[in-house]
């Protein structure tokens, strides 16, 4: 017979604290305490980028799409996890990593079209083609960089200020 109560505490200890779960957490490190991984947020999500993660809790998975901010995970989760909708809904900010293509001197500029909040600009460097500067401030972790990166050069993770 399977030890439920066993199980549940290895995949509570399989899960990671630091991961980017959802929007909106009210207290992101305790979330693998509190969900109880009834997929209700996975069923709302807008743009079904919601999905089983690390020890079956769910987490935003960008390679699929960006985060409209539409709170739906929030409206239909039955936990008291989520913060009230004016509240900003996290601190995720967009890395960009040496695989990036502009940064080995090839043209590319498909993160930039797709950020709506223009956090990633483009300069012009002598001798290189344009770089990608990321202005953190303005970055609101959206993700929409994420899937469109051709190297997959882009991380969007929880960013300690
Ligand atoms: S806010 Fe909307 S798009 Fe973003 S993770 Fe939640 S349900 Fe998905
Ligand atoms: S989409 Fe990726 S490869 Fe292209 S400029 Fe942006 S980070 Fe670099
Ligand atoms: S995560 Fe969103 S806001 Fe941030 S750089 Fe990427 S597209 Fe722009």
């Known amino acids: 017979m399977v ?7 290895f995949t509570r200890k399989a899960a990671r604290n630091d991961t980017l779960r959802l929007p909106w957490l009210n207290a992101p490190e305790r ?3 509190q969900c109880t991984q009834c997929e209700e947020c996975l069923k709302a999500c807008d743009t ?7 020890g079956g809790f769910p987490q935003v998975d960008f ?7 539409c709170y739906q995970c929030a409206s239909a989760c039955p936990e008291p996890l ?4 004016q509240n ?12 990036c293509l502009a940064q080995q001197n090839v043209e590319c500029r498909s993160c930039g079209e797709m950020c709506d909040s223009m956090a990633i600009q483009f300069r012009l460097e002598v001798g290189r083609v344009a770089q990608p500067k990321l202005e953190t ?12 990166c051709p190297t ?5 993770s929880n960013h300690v200020a």
């Open 31 to 33: 979330f693998i305490d």
């Open 88 to 99: 900003e809904p996290w601190q995720a900010k967009a890395v960009i990593n040496d695989q």
């Open 137 to 148: 401030n303005q970055c609101n972790g959206c993700g929409a960089c994420v899937s469109v």
């Open 48 to 54: 079904q980028i919601i999905v089983k993660g690390d």
């Open 63 to 69: 390679s699929i799409d960006e985060c409209t901010f």
């Open 82 to 85: 989520f913060a009230a909708e």
């Open 3 to 9: 030890d439920l109560s066993r199980r549940r505490l």
């Open 152 to 156: 997959s050069s882009i991380n969007v």
